[in-house]
């Protein structure tokens, strides 16, 4: 009996395996299924001034009725006077950091193109309780933060007034946590001169 080539043996094998998860994947384009969920649809995700805004908390509610977010090139301009008085103290070492220098240079560097991420209303989360409050959570803060300090930083546009100091409060406490003080998150010694400071050379804070 004549055997059959390997590699004619091979190509069998492999034509029978397409032929099989076609007829697959045609038997599964014919099975009804249901909606897939998803957590939300991309395409009606609002756009102000260029900025995608994100679904908050669903449990915790807007601050007002009213959304503030400022332009692109106002953004541009908080987060580089943010980004700049960090380095400049880290530069005098007015900030200090067990980083190398040349990783707190990188860290910096990240800093300078890290766009906040905009959301519809407050986010609920467990944090590091902030100094002046009261742990409700065991060891740590459960609220609904009008900004969170994550990289990049999430800031709530219900809340109009709030929105440019919350760019450069967050900012300033996601850059702490990459230089590993986290000791000085949400100080009003630090984070709070940092954002006097950038509110200084702004001229102030917008809200529309």
């Not at 009996?1 to 390997?6: F, N, Q």
């Not at 005098?92 to 040349?102: E, I, M, Q, R, S």
């Amino acid at each position: 009996m004549k055997r059959i080539h390997p590699f004619l043996a091979i190509a069998l094998v492999a034509l029978a395996l397409v032929l099989v998860t076609l007829a697959m994947s045609v038997r599964c384009e014919t099975v009804p299924v249901g909606p897939r969920a998803r957590p939300f649809d991309v395409d009606a995700i609002p756009y102000i001034n260029g900025h995608a805004i994100y679904p908050g908390s669903e449990n915790c509610a807007p601050r007002t009725d009213r959304r503030y977010v400022p332009s692109a090139e106002r953004v541009r301009a908080i987060r580089y006077f943010t980004v700049r008085t960090i380095e400049l103290d880290l530069d005098t070492k007015a900030l200090t950091t067990p980083l190398a220098y040349d990783v707190w240079r990188k860290v910096v560097e990240i800093a300078r193109e890290t766009e906040p991420r905009f959301v519809d209303r407050p986010i609920w989360g467990q944090y590091a309780t902030p100094p002046g409050y009261q742990p409700n959570c065991g060891i740590y803060f459960c609220a609904c933060a009008a900004g969170v300090g994550t990289w990049p930083p999430q800031i709530d546009t219900s809340d109009p007034a709030r929105v440019e100091p919350l760019v450069t409060w967050e900012l300033t406490n996601a850059l702490l946590g990459q230089l590993q003080r986290p000791d000085l998150w949400d100080t009003s010694s630090y984070v709070g001169s940092v954002n006097r400071r950038v509110e200084q050379w702004l001229g102030g804070w917008k809200q529309e």
